[in-house]
Structure formats: C-alpha cells, structure tokens
T-cell receptor, first 114, second 115 residues
Framework: GDSVTQMEGPVTLSEEAFLTINCTYT??????LFWYVQYPGEGLQLLLK?????DKGSNKGFEATYRKETTSFHLEKGSVQVSDSAVYFC?????????????FGTGTRLTIIP | NAGVTQTPKFRILKIGQSMTLQCAQD?????MYWYRQDPGMGLKLIYY???????DKGEVPNGYNVSRSTTEDFPLRLELAAPSQTSVYFC??????????????FGPGTRLTVL
C-alpha cells in the first residue's frame, strides 16, 4: 500500500538557517504530493503541493520538487524565521482506488530559535 | 467564512461512555473526512463521505460511526469509549477528490481523553 516516510524530528535551527526536511514515498500509481503545516493549537493547512513528476510546489519561501526517480518530495527553505516553528507533514494522494484520502507521514516538529 | 468548525475542543470521557464529535463546514464541499492523530504518528483516516447520505470506512473505523444527512455536517459518534480512542480528532473537507491534487481544509481538532 501507499506510505510516506519523513525525516525524524524534532529539528531545532537558528533563525536564518537553511532548512531541509526529507520525505520519501511509496505508491502504486501516480500520486499527488503535499506538504501540510500545523501551527500550535491549530488544524493542518496546506503549505504546497505538486501533482506530477518534476513539478515544484512553492509557498511562503518554502519549496519542494516532485522527484519520481528517487520517490522524494523534500521540503526546503533558504532562511527560516521564528514564525516557521510548527509541525510539518508530508502526504500523498494516489490516483485511482482509494484516492479519496491522504496518506500522511509521521510529522516533523520544527523549532526556530532567535 | 468560518471554514471547518469542530466542537468540543476538549473532552474527557470515562470508559464505556459515548459521545458525538461535531463537524461542520460552510464551503459547500462535497467531500468530508474524519482523521485521528496519535502522538508521534501521522493522521489516520477513520471515515469519509463523498456527499450527503454517502459514507465509507477509512483505515481505522472500528469503534466509530458517522452519518451525513446534510452537505454541511459530518458528526462522528464514539460508542463505548475505550482508552485506545484517546487521540486528537480532525475533521476535514474538500471541494473535489483529493487524488487530483485538491486541497483538504482542516478544522482545529478535538482533543479526547478516555480514562
């Protein structure tokens, strides 16, 4: 079945550091890939997405590229801010049977210190 | 637009009690979902609905029931609560099917403890 493997956390960085959170996936079809972010005390919200190979999703300075050859969708940001502190979830939704749902990774807690 | 709303925010139940978690959305979305989030784990799908009157099981449906009598509301019923149901519950909705890359919108969650 489908699965998502995310970089283990928690991750602590200083402000303005470079961020990478690794995400790899297993899927039977041609999935859409997502990064969701959960700020403290809130529900998840979509950060960015990509729906086909080599697509790059971007939002709020974050980027991720859909790499079919390595089945990866790593999240990057060049200079993090304190306000980026949150839990980040990689997720996929496969095309075809069962595509009503998202399959989530375990989440990576990111803390940015001033 | 309130988006997806959930009530209550917190609840403590005793073993064997029952309760209903409420979820409503005002975006006229056809698709609605219930997830549970356990510590250190990703979200797991409990039930979903593709429209009023139509529901189906997700990955972890045991111990739960749902109904969808209107487009707006999608309540989750826990019968005979057990400690294994201690979790944070999220309701979500989407306009179209997620497999096409469509976004799901999440509520703020309900934190449930069963003692």
């Amino acid at each position: 079945g489908d699965s998502v493997t995310q970089m283990e956390g928690p991750v602590t960085l200083s402000e303005e550091a470079f961020l990478t959170i690794n995400c790899t996936y297993t899927a039977t079809g041609y999935p859409s890939l997502f990064w969701y972010v959960q700020y403290p005390g809130e529900g998840l919200q979509l950060l960015l997405k990509a729906t086909k190979a080599d697509d790059k999703g971007s939002n709020k300075g974050f980027e991720a590229t859909y790499r079919k050859e390595t089945t990866s969708f790593h999240l990057e940001k060049g200079s993090v801010q304190v306000s980026d502190s949150a839990v980040y979830f990689c997720a996929l939704s496969d095309v075809g049977f069962g595509n009503e749902k998202l399959t989530f990774g375990t989440g990576t807690r990111l803390t940015i210190i001033p | 637009n309130a988006g997806v709303t959930q009530t209550p925010k917190f609840r403590i139940l005793k073993i064997g009690q029952s309760m209903t978690l409420q979820c409503a959305q005002d975006m006229n979305h056809n698709y609605m979902y219930w997830y549970r989030q356990d510590p250190g784990m990703g979200l797991k799908l409990i039930y979903y609905s593709v429209g009023a009157g139509i529901t189906d099981k997700g990955e972890v449906p045991n111990g739960y029931n749902v109904s969808r009598s209107t487009t707006e509301d999608f309540p989750l019923r826990l019968e005979l609560a057990a400690p294994s149901q201690t979790s944070v519950y999220f309701c979500a909705s989407s306009r179209e099917i997620t497999g096409g890359g469509n976004e799901q919108f999440f509520g703020p969650g309900t934190r449930l403890t069963v003692l």
